[in-house]
């Protein structure tokens, strides 16, 4: 009798392990993979809306730029950087010699000490430093990922920053004779740099 208990007992546990593999081994209902479906559905709709909450915050405005830049072509039609200063008045000097064995990468636009020094584009800072020939300069990134160059500045205008974004007419900086050019008229030096090398800025002024 105690063997046939045993029997009955151990069977009833094989059988009941038996119903419990097949119960967890039966398929979701569709209401159940509906759930899931909607709940991952509901995950991914707030990932996105986070995603364009943090694209479009004040925190991802640089970024945000760069992106945009890199899908605008380069300009063809720029102001003059220098506040009153028209195009008529500045001299094409760009590939001129400049001693032995360099030639000049850009134009000088004279005017007077401390005269305004505007971006020419949107674009955002790059550097704000004072160092070698330049002086004190910036340095923009512009349209088409170009880089925009402003140097011999007497100084920057308040607050200015690597990394900041800037629009076309934001103050820079104010016309100097910093670097290499100290003790020579005021003037900005101002030069273009595609990826291919530096261009000439003059035909672009209007």
Do not use: C
């Amino acid at each position: 009798h105690a063997r046939l208990r045993f029997y009955r007992r151990a069977t009833a546990v094989e059988h009941g392990s038996t119903l419990q593999s097949e119960t967890m081994s039966t398929p979701s209902s569709p209401a159940g993979r509906l759930r899931r479906w909607l709940l991952r559905g509901l995950w991914l709709a707030i990932a996105v809306v986070a995603a364009m909450a943090l694209w479009n915050s004040p925190w991802a405005a640089t970024p945000r730029m760069l992106w945009r830049l890199s899908r605008m072509p380069p300009a063809t039609e720029l102001p003059v950087p220098v506040e009153g200063v028209r195009p008529r008045q500045i001299a094409d000097t760009f590939g001129a010699p400049r001693g032995r064995d360099r030639s000049h990468a850009g134009i000088d636009i004279f005017a007077q000490r401390g005269t305004p020094v505007r971006s020419v584009t949107a674009g955002v800072i790059a550097d704000v430093s004072e160092r070698g020939l330049g002086g004190r300069q910036v340095w923009v990134i512009g349209p088409g990922r170009e880089r925009y160059y402003y140097a011999h500045l007497e100084g920057w205008a308040e607050g200015l920053a690597r990394g900041q974004v800037v629009q076309a007419g934001d103050l820079l900086g104010h016309v100097g004779d910093s670097g290499n050019a100290k003790g020579t008229p005021p003037h900005l030096h101002w030069g273009i740099y595609a990826t291919n090398g530096p261009r000439d800025p003059l035909p672009l002024l209007r």
